[in-house]
T-cell receptor
Framework: GAVVSQHPSRVICKSGTSVKIECRSL??????MFWYRQFPKQSLMLMAT?????????EQGVEKDKFLINHASLTLSTLTVTSAHPEDSSFYIC???????????FGPGTRLTVL | QKEVEQNSGPLSVPEGAIASLNCTYS??????FFWYRQYSGKSPELIMF????GDKEDGRFTAQLNKASQYVSLLIRDSQPSDSATYLC???????????FGKGTKLSVIP
């Protein structure tokens, strides 16, 4: 099956610093990747849709200048949380859509804790 | 606005019983329907997907789709304690790659 990796799996940082999260499709090409955020005991909330070679599309209420997304290749998308604050602490999950397939494959997630 | 509704539960069933999880969706043009399982602290994993009306079986899991009623369900036969998790229903709209997720139903299988 299709495999999606994320790195790091867990990160703790100080308030005001920036954190980069990588999402890779390991055995397939993903023209579209998605970034989700999940707070405790809540469902997945789509943050943005990342298309290879073009600007990401952000969902309403998500600050594009705070959550920078780069999708420079067909197998890699990155999410950078700039000037992170404690309220950004969450579980960030990426998924990749395999070209020609219907389903999305999820990465294992990154747990961000901002002190 | 596209919506996917699920009963949040918790749904408790005894080991060996059939667990029935339900989902309704608002977008009549939706084409594909997915069930994901999410363990606490983990990311979702795909269990099944269904495109056509009727039933689709895979091992102990059966997905049922009724597009006229805008209803999709997941049956888990011979439920095991390891099936205890939150089950997310997701819907893919026509011409879209974006999934719309329900809030999930928490299933607890009691030994």
């Amino acid at each position: 099956g299709a495999v999606v990796s994320q790195h790091p799996s867990r990160v703790i940082c100080k308030s005001g610093t920036s954190v980069k999260i990588e999402c890779r499709s390991l055995d397939f090409q993903a023209t579209t990747m998605f970034w989700y955020r999940q707070f405790p005991k809540q469902s997945l909330m789509l943050m943005a849709t990342s298309n290879e070679g073009s600007k990401a599309t952000y969902e309403q209420g998500v600050e594009k200048d705070k959550f920078l997304i780069n999708h420079a290749s067909l197998t890699l998308s990155t999410l950078t949380v700039t000037s992170a604050h404690p309220e950004d602490s969450s579980f960030y999950i990426c998924s990749a859509h395999q070209t020609g397939a219907g389903e999305q494959f999820f990465g294992p997630g990154t747990r961000l804790t901002v002190l | 606005q596209k919506e996917v509704e699920q009963n949040s539960g918790p749904l408790s069933v005894p080991e060996g019983a059939i667990a029935s999880l339900n989902c309704t969706y608002s977008d009549r043009g939706s084409q594909s329907f997915f069930w994901y399982r999410q363990y606490s602290g983990k990311s979702p994993e795909l269990i099944m997907f269904i495109y056509s009306n009727g039933d689709k079986e895979d091992g102990r899991f059966t997905a049922q789709l009724n597009k006229a009623s805008q209803y999709v369900s997941l049956l888990i036969r011979d439920s095991q304690p390891s099936d205890s998790a939150t089950y997310l229903c997701a819907v893919l709209g026509a011409g879209s790659y974006q999934l719309t997720f329900g809030k999930g139903t928490k299933l607890s299988v009691i030994p």
